[in-house]
């Protein structure tokens, strides 16, 4: 059973370009959570996503966005890029059932901005 | 807000021996899950342990054990007979049994000895 994949694994980009990172959570699990991950603040929660409806949404700014499709397959997009957002940005997926309460990170995607 | 609290930084350990690592939480509600997640140079988070708050007994995966104090708000997590591979980055995590968003830790960075 294939894990939680999250694409690209490394990312470079320009202060004030946008990105796009993508996470496919392992089949047949339908919610999908984001994190930030920095040295200063740890990890953060960003947002997750059940059938295509973000649930719940942590404390960042409106730059920070995301969606998820009809297979699950969550996007998150990060506009008007800081330095600030430089990060490792982690997907969670989780076969949401009242009795399960694993969630599955990928390895994550390295973003820097420069 | 839930918050969790690891206030060892760094902790370091011989191989074969024991290791405790710390962790505290503050919550209002009083059904939960406390999760150790471990994080290696590799960046995936996997999950060494989880703890429903239903449950008195503490929960024992192997070499891995937890001291689960509900009424202190204390989940240490207990690491026997130190492998080198168990070097990394431990979150003590928390999570809301009626939500998804995990809370974590600081982190501590454990460094096994040969």
């Known amino acids: 059973k294939a894990g939680v994949t999250q694409t690209p694994r490394y990312l470079i980009k320009t202060r004030g370009q946008q990105v796009t990172l993508s996470c496919s959570p392992i089949?047949?699990?339908?919610?999908v959570s984001w994190y930030q991950q920095t040295p200063g603040q740890g990890l953060q929660f960003l947002f997750e996503y059940f059938s295509e409806t973000q649930r719940n949404k942590g404390n960042f700014p409106g730059r920070f966005s995301g969606r998820q499709f009809s297979n699950s397959r969550s996007e998150m997009n990060v506009s008007t890029l800081e330095l600030g957002d430089s990060a490792l940005y982690l997907c969670a997926s989780k076969l949401l059932s009242k009795m399960n309460t694993e969630a599955f990170f990928g390895q994550g995607t390295r973003l820097t901005v420069v | 807000a839930q918050t969790v609290t690891q206030s060892q930084p760094e902790m370091s350990v011989q191989e074969a021996e024991t290791v405790t690592l710390s962790c505290t939480y503050d919550?209002?509600?009083?059904?939960?899950?406390l999760f150790w997640y471990k994080q290696p140079p590799s960046r995936q988070m996997i999950l060494v342990i989880r703890?429903?708050?239903?449950?008195?007994q503490n929960a024992t995966e192997n070499r891995f054990s937890v001291n689960f104090q509900k009424a202190a708000k204390s989940f240490s997590l207990k690491i026997s007979d130190s492998q080198l591979g168990d070097a990394a980055m431990y979150f003590c995590?928390?999570?809301?049994?009626?939500?998804?968003?995990?809370?974590f830790g600081t982190g501590t960075s454990l460094t096994v000895i040969p």
């Open positions: 919550t209002s509600e009083s059904d939960y899950y």
């Open positions: 089949s047949g699990h339908r919610s």
């Open positions: 703890q429903e708050a239903y449950k008195q």
């Open positions: 995590a928390y999570r809301s049994a009626s939500g998804n968003q995990f809370y």
